[in-house]
């Protein structure tokens, strides 16, 4: 018996069937899009059909135009075209496994030595809507995946990389690996323009930054973020005394978070780790006690880091050891003297009011050396040399 021969597909049919489907202010781009289809214009049919996709009317039209007309052309099309066109098709899939399906599809076709970076975006995405899932240990996997291919590339797209830091930011959320969050979610942003995303998600990130800084166990600098545009979304809103928080703890002062503390009630996470809070802040007085101080004055007796962080003398020894284990610091601690000499302290990401302290420590510097320099000039005469 023979075997059938296999139809090819009638396009300039389908797309007039979706034609009438589409609303009058879309159907234009259906006679468009057959047309750039006979003349093989793919680059142009590639820009008509992302343009399409970025209209809010043609999202129930996407899937049946992606799985029936663009699979048709998809060996010409730019593999990053490819997987941004499935991505807009993705997120109006009725079910959340749908997405995944549709989109592990995509991951298959684009898995090839030449269009690894394309292939993170298309994992990412699926990874995703894993997350939806709750299927941690599978966005895991890609997020290690996606992170060991990664570190082959020199760079990639900016889309690819907002694509990994994004899902990663997501997925330490929902694990509560907040050190994680913080540095995943101020990588996102620094791939994204600001302005682009929407007053509610700018709070929302902004929140989610500070809660994470603030419970984040090796997180004792918060200048990037304090110096992120992100942050000034918290102002005039119910959570611009977490913003307060912040500088008061970048700063060191214990004053004003004892002030501020009322309000952990508003947040749960906050009240469960009011001692490892308090126990942050003293860390970040003793920080900020060092730093102000210049090189060559840095023994500082015990009674003097009680006064700064508010404890009692007994507690400070314990205090400077736990800052040293953290590598918060450098130096040694002189039990018989009751004194701490510290030789080195953490680098840190100074906000305005820091970067003033320095440049008023630099002025006394400057102003010591001149007063050197006078006294050698007055004492000694004058010195030739050849």
């Known amino acids: 018996m023979a075997q059938q021969m296999e139809i090819d597909f009638d396009v300039p049919k389908f797309l007039h069937e979706e034609r009438q489907k589409a609303p009058a202010q879309l159907q234009h781009y259906y006679t468009t899009f057959e047309d750039l289809y006979e003349r093989k214009l793919w680059h142009q049919l590639t820009q008509s059909i992302l343009e399409f996709f970025n209209q809010s009317d043609s999202a129930p039209l996407q899937i049946p135009l992606f799985r029936q007309f663009i699979t048709e052309w998809e060996n010409k099309i730019n593999k990053l075209s490819l997987v941004s066109i499935a991505l807009k098709a993705a997120n109006n899939c009725s079910e959340i496994q749908d997405s995944v399906n549709f989109l592990n ?87 994204v323009n600001v302005d682009d995303l929407s007053p509610e998600e700018k709070v929302g990130r902004a929140y989610d930054l500070a809660i994470s800084a603030l419970l984040g166990e090796m997180i004792y600098n918060f200048g990037e973020l304090l110096m992120h545009p992100i942050l000034d979304s918290l102002s005039n809103t119910e959570h611009e005394w977490l913003r307060s928080l912040l500088f008061a703890f970048n700063s060191g002062d214990i004053g004003k ?116 320099g006078t006294f050698v000039g007055d004492q000694g005469g004058e010195v030739f040399a050849q």
């Open 105 to 191: 599809d995509i991951i298959t076709k684009v898995d090839t030595d030449d269009t690894k970076d394309v292939y993170v975006l298309a994992l990412m995405e699926a990874a995703h809507f894993k997350l939806l899932l709750n299927q941690y240990d599978d966005v895991k996997k890609a997020i290690d995946e996606s992170d060991k291919i990664l570190e082959q590339f020199d760079s990639v797209e900016t889309v690819i990389y907002a694509s990994f830091y994004r899902v990663s930011a997501e997925y330490y959320k929902a694990k509560a690996e907040y050190a994680q969050y913080y540095k995943s979610a101020l990588l996102y942003l620094a791939c």
């Open 257 to 372: 978070f004892e002030a501020l503390a009322p309000h952990f009630s508003k947040q749960p996470l906050l009240q469960q780790s009011s001692e490892a809070l308090s126990r942050k802040i003293c860390l970040m007085s003793l920080i900020e006690a060092v730093f102000r101080r210049s090189s060559d004055n840095r023994v500082i007796p015990f009674s003097e880091i009680a006064a700064e962080t508010r404890l009692s003398v007994d507690e400070v020894e314990h205090l400077v050891m736990k800052a040293l284990s953290l590598k918060l610091i450098r130096g040694s601690i002189d039990q018989v003297d009751q004194q701490v000499n510290v030789t080195w302290v953490q680098p840190r990401v100074l906000d305005k009011e820091q970067i003033d302290g320095m440049r008023r420590q630099i002025e006394e510097w400057n102003n010591q050396v001149k007063k050197i």
